[in-house]
């Protein structure tokens, strides 16, 4: 038990985790899919939608004025957890993968011009490969690909080469989430910087499971999804730099995002409004509040201390089974995600096999096909643990991986 | 007396339908356009400035009850009064908005005697101050005297980026 | 009554209605803004987040599967809402606003070009203006504008005027969130399709209050917000036909866009997909179609007729009151909206005299200046009714207009 | 039997470790790549088809166990056979494996004596149709057979929409 907390007790707060499917016991290790919100945070939705419920911004009565306050004061518990300097560097987005696309059109169209280069790494989610290979085509940029080596870690040495002046833009993944690799961000940081290059980091599975600090990192832009850090689906943050975000061009048209309209003229708002056209997702804003209270009042040191001891555990379990091959470096470099592969066995036939057990992972390629054909394999198992996980989910984990192996022998 | 009543002393009502100072003032030395995002509401503060002193004063715009009275007493208190001093009651003013959100940032100002007195005439305003949506229509003169007063030409009660961006 | 159907009961289906807030019972007339959710549709949300919660798509175990399955039955019910020829042709957006800025960079930026012609009409919502703005400015077309005439309506002869074989986009408002005009707007798509332009309808104020069949109206693009027809925020649909969708630009790069990445090659998946990168608002999409459902159930025509009658016992009581002028069409020609000024008083001294009541109804340019340029004032106060409304709220909204009235006297 | 035994039938698992007519053939009249976008697995089918009937058939690709098996059933039931009748064969098997979808769409399909024998053995796949998740896997090899007959080079398990966007 880490820290004296009860984790059993804990576990209470997440009704799924001990709920029976479709009659069948549920072992959910698809957090790095997506986690499951506590019930605070449902309540709090729930009650919002029952009770609360208006639109927000330039509403003069109480409905609407409430509603703003504690849209707002989701803002203010974002940029104390990822240390921005101010709320205007905290734009609410879909998810994370809207937050790399306002990047791309906002500062790639404005910035970055035929024979530049782009920075991507090997370990990439297809969010921070595809929305860069669009701009390349729409500005005749150029891609370069940091590789990966042999234990799942950033070749950095490879990274430095490709530095250069041309490079304008270096987007790199924090944590893979089809690894779990812990990348030294800042160091990867600091170099682009060396060349005047901005940086823009994929935390969407950092969020949940480290203290993310991004004045310390001196990033230019992060983006992060509300729905992998124990928050609803449909919001993500993207933090940038005031100074960047100011001189972007707008992204989406709309309302809120301006401070007046003529058919002659269009004066556009300040951030963080500039980048937040039309009604937003307020009831998951909302909801994201009472996650991130939670989070503080549980403490992400002692989440992240809780999810080490699953991640030994499990580790320690499935290495001893022969013919099961993890994917990826020690469990020192990485967060609580266990990606395998079995020989003989499709990952797929793995995934329906677990479930029919009602052991939920993630079999595929993550949306991160480069690593699969870097690796040459065509998928993988994916287990990703959360701090409310227990021990029992992992034992079952691995007596369906001996089914498996049974029914394939 | 209801809230409202509160809200809308006669002064402010008065005010609202005799603004005093209206119009254009020119030439003028100092010259402001304030913008209230929330409403859309804009006012301009112009200003003749000679020896340290404010010699003249107008507002030009539209907005509601509040904000016109707010410019219409606004200019009637600066008039003839040193640019310091108008400073000092900016700030005081502004602290008086506030006052709700951060009572326990430290003492209130310490003001001139002539600037209390001015303030006791303002305290119309406080009832402004416990609705956060109007706050903003009683400052949005103010920010623009101020914004004027420092040489600037545009002012917003949102942040301070000056420079406005158009598509 | 309309149609037998106990209004009274109804209204139970959404608490907020009968809600205190800060002590003070509300009146909640806000409905254009954005509208309230029946508990049915909230408590699925609920549940959801406590029980079925998993990312979609790509899941092999039964949690993913179950909620794919719900999420696409909602497809289902936006499609047959819509009359869509097929659910492939029903894009989940985060709103309206996304949608239109989708066609805007996902068909404008690919088929509109220099010296082009879009237009739009002078009752926008700045959500159909700033988008075709932006994308002036980047392609270097040019915008036209239809003219409103005196009663709140547009001016067909002047669009017919404008018509040309430069035109290659209309855009247009089906009934107006400032106004509540309802548009002829299948009169306005024939004329464009007469110059082969193609037309993107703003449907934000109609799908809760008319049935919408795309293929009638033969439109090539229809955008909604699902908080505006009882849903929740953070989600839209964009109706596009699966011929233009499929030949258009991809818009947001990332997850499930895509068939297969490489940095070499990355092939595009099949619409709807194409244009829904990224992990959806699985939880609105659920709570929205048990909106539908609802919606189904109480037969949306005796909703609009309920409206109707609403709409109607309002003009007349407002219309009696002197110094008070509605701002618009006659009640045949529009939706349950009353925009209105008082003689001598600024719309937000309205707004903050109606709030002390309880009375929540929206004061200011309601994100259509042009709209408030046109008849030369600063903005409206804008009373909108949904059918879970009550006449004595209506009373209570006449009651707060005269006490308006009393201190400006 | 468990549930996960009658869905990995000893056949199955067979025909997935050595899969029949796995290869390239070339030169051929007819072939097709298939592509499931669930998994991103894709299979190339090869024929050689003279006189109406499919002189030989083989396959190329990697996916689950699902899909191979398949892949290597279905070669070899279409080896040597008529078009029609392998036309035939592949609405029986997509009706099979669609019978939970739709069941109530009428009367299932007349099957000639040779393809109700063939889809005895077929009904090894039975299992799978109750999977949602990996229905098409197994349908995925008979797609594609169905695109390489009608001349067509790329066939998809979702949609038909036979032009492939590239970034
Ligand atoms: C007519 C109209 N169009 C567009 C919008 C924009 O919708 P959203 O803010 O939900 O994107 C609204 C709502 O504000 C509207 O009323
Ligand atoms: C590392 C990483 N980046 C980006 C994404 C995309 O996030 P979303 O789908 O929430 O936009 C994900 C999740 O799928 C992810 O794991
Ligand atoms: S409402 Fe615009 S300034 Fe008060
Ligand atoms: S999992 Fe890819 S075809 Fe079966």
């Known amino acids: 038990m880490t820290n004296n907390i009860n984790w059993t007790e804990i576990r209470k707060d997440f009704p799924v985790l001990d709920n029976k499917v479709d009659g069948k016991q549920i072992y959910y290790l698809d957090n790095g899919a997506s986690s499951q919100m506590p019930i605070q945070a449902i309540d709090r939705i729930s009650n919002y939608l029952k009770y609360e419920h208006s639109n927000i911004h330039r509403g003069v009565h109480t409905l609407s004025q409430n509603a703003t306050d504690s849209f707002e004061a989701t803002r203010t518990l974002v940029k104390q957890h990822l240390n921005a300097a101010t709320t205007d560097e905290c734009i609410f987005t879909r998810g994370a993968t809207e937050g790399i696309n306002l990047v791309a059109f906002g500062y790639g169209d404005k910035f970055i011009k035929e024979g530049d280069e782009i920075i991507v790494s090997g370990m990439e989610h297809h969010s921070n490969i595809v929305p860069w290979q669009l701009l390349c085509k729409r500005v005749g940029a150029s891609l370069k690909v940091v590789p990966m080596l042999d234990d799942g870690t950033l070749d950095f040495e490879a990274y430095q080469k490709l530095l250069n002046k041309k490079t304008k833009l270096v987007a790199i993944i924090h944590v893979s989430n089809a690894l779990g690799t812990i990348n030294p961000i800042k160091k990867f940081i600091d170099a682009a910087h060396s060349v005047n290059a901005v940086t823009v980091v994929d935390g969407c599975q950092a969020m949940a499971h480290m203290k993310i600090d991004v004045q310390d990192l001196d990033v230019d832009f992060y983006a992060i999804s509300a729905h992998k850090t124990y928050g609803p689906t449909g919001l993500g943050v993207l933090y940038g730099k005031a100074e960047l975000l100011n001189k972007m061009n707008p992204f989406l048209g709309g309302g809120d995002m301006i401070k007046s309209v003529t058919f002659e003229e269009t004066l556009l708002a300040d951030i963080p409004h500039k980048f937040e056209a039309g009604t937003p997702p307020i009831l998951n804003v909302i909801g994201f509040g009472e996650t991130l209270r939670y989070i503080n009042k549980l403490g992400l040191e002692n989440m992240a201390a809780r999810e080490k001891e699953l991640l030994i555990y499990a580790t320690d379990r499935i290495e001893k089974m022969e013919g099961v091959n993890i994917i990826g470096p020690d469990v020192s470099q990485k967060t609580a995600i266990i990606s395998m592969t079995v020989d003989g066995v499709h990952p797929h036939d793995i995934g329906t096999i677990l479930d029919s057990r009602g052991v939920a992972i993630r079999t595929g390629h993550h949306c991160a096909q480069p690593i699969m054909n870097r690796f040459e394999i065509p998928a993988t198992a994916r287990a990703s643990m959360a701090f409310y996980n227990m021990e029992f989910e992992i034992d079952m984990l691995v007596e369906a991986l001996q089914e498996v192996q049974e029914i394939f022998s | ?167």
Chains 1, 3 share one sequence.
């Open chain 2, 1 to 167: 007396m209801s809230d409202m009543r509160v809200l809308y002393q006669e002064v402010i009502l008065e005010h609202n339908k005799k603004p005093r100072n209206f119009g254009k003032l020119e030439p003028c030395t100092h010259h402001a356009h304030g913008h209230n995002p929330l409403c859309g509401d804009t006012y301009t503060i112009y200003a003749v400035v000679n020896e340290d002193t404010i010699q003249s004063i107008m507002f030009e715009g539209d907005g509601c009850a509040i904000s016109k009275a707010s410019a219409s007493m606004m200019t009637s208190r600066a008039k003839g009064k040193k640019v310091k001093d108008v400073e000092e009651l900016i700030e005081a003013f502004r602290e008086m908005m506030t006052v709700e959100a951060d009572r326990t940032d430290g003492p209130a100002l310490e003001l001139s005697p002539e600037n209390e007195k001015n303030m006791r005439h303002l305290q119309v305003f406080e009832g402004v101050a416990k609705l956060p949506s109007r706050i903003k229509c009683a400052i949005l003169p103010w920010h623009a005297l101020s914004s004027a007063l420092k040489g600037e030409s545009e002012s917003s009660t949102e942040g301070d980026n000056d420079e406005w961006e158009t598509i």
